[in-house]
Structures are given as structure tokens and as C-alpha cells.
């Protein structure tokens, strides 16, 4: 297993680092009811999924 030599500085962490932030989900809106969700789920206003409607139990 390889072990490093030298420390790295903090700058040259955060450097490595700078890449590491997170990025914003996708949203998909519903073709049904026009309501904002992630997509490929089932949507939590009107229960439809690919222009069909699912049998899960939807969230009030």
C-alpha cells in the first residue's frame, strides 16, 4: 500500500478539493399535473408514473 512521503499543505488539500461541491438535483415536472419531482418516481401530488396511474400509496 502506497504511503506518501511529505504532508501535503492545507493548500494544496483544499486545492484537490475545490471540485468536491455538490450539485443541484434534477428536477422533472409531471406530465399529468404540471407538479415539480425527481424523476423516476412516482409523482407525489397525483400518483402517476409514465401516463399511467400506480397502485402505491401516495402521500397525502
Known amino acids: 500500500m502506497a504511503v506518501p512521503r511529505n504532508r501535503h499543505s492545507n493548500s494544496r488539500?483544499?486545492?484537490?478539493?475545490?471540485?468536491h461541491a455538490k450539485k443541484a438535483k434534477?428536477?422533472?415536472?409531471?406530465?399529468n399535473c404540471g407538479a415539480q419531482s425527481l424523476p423516476h418516481r412516482i409523482c407525489s401530488s397525483c400518483g402517476q408514473y409514465g401516463?399511467?396511474?400506480?397502485?402505491?400509496?401516495?402521500?397525502?
Open 51 to 60: 401516463g399511467r396511474a400506480m397502485q402505491a400509496a401516495v402521500k397525502a
Open 26 to 31: 434534477n428536477i422533472a415536472t409531471c406530465d
Open 13 to 19: 488539500k483544499n486545492m484537490r478539493r475545490a471540485h
